[in-house]
């Protein structure tokens, strides 16, 4: 396995179902639907925004819930609905002037397959397709909505001595 450079990353990209969320859509008897998403993965985003990382949600599925809950983290490019990961994203890194080899992308399915193979680090979660495991050069010890996310943005803060240096986060 290649080297792991955590320390290079200025810029998180995180897919919905399946990274930020268990991948299960729980169907209630009204008809709406509803996403598990976990508190630990919430507080480790809302920490990486106010430490000036770039964070955006890249989705192909559609859920104003999920838009809501990142927005009240503080997140602003959500970006839902989304067919072309790899588009938007290039075009956010060229307005930005980010270098491809700054991002971590967490993917988990197919999906994600294209994109994940331009950034500098791909990662995923314990409970990704092997498809995606194998182009990963980071897997999570945890799976999609139950704290991967949290454990990509610590291991990068921590690398770059921004995990928990100048006082805690109250959590949204």
Not at 28 to 37: F, K, S, T, V, Y
Not at 40 to 54: I, S
């Amino acid at each position: 396995m290649a080297h792991i450079s955590f320390e290079q990353i200025s810029t998180f990209v995180f897919d919905v179902d399946g990274v930020l969320t268990d991948g299960t859509i729980l169907v209630l008897e009204n008809g709406l639907q509803a996403r598990r998403m976990s508190i630990r993965d919430g507080y480790a985003l809302q920490l990486a925004v106010r430490k000036d990382y770039h964070v955006l949600v890249i989705s192909g599925a559609a859920a104003s819930p999920v838009v809501d809950r990142l927005s009240k983290l503080g997140i602003t490019e959500i970006h839902m609905g989304v067919s072309n990961k790899w588009e938007l994203l290039r075009q956010y890194l060229h307005t930005h002037s980010i270098s491809p080899a700054e991002v971590l992308f967490m993917g988990d399915d197919m999906p994600d397959y294209e994109v994940m193979t331009r950034v500098g680090l791909p990662a995923c979660p314990a409970d990704a397709i092997e498809d995606i495991a194998a182009i990963s050069l980071y897997r999570s010890g945890l799976p999609g909505g139950a704290g991967c996310v949290r454990d990509v943005i610590e291991k990068v803060m921590r690398s770059r001595g921004h995990w928990m240096h100048e006082s805690a986060v109250n959590s949204r």
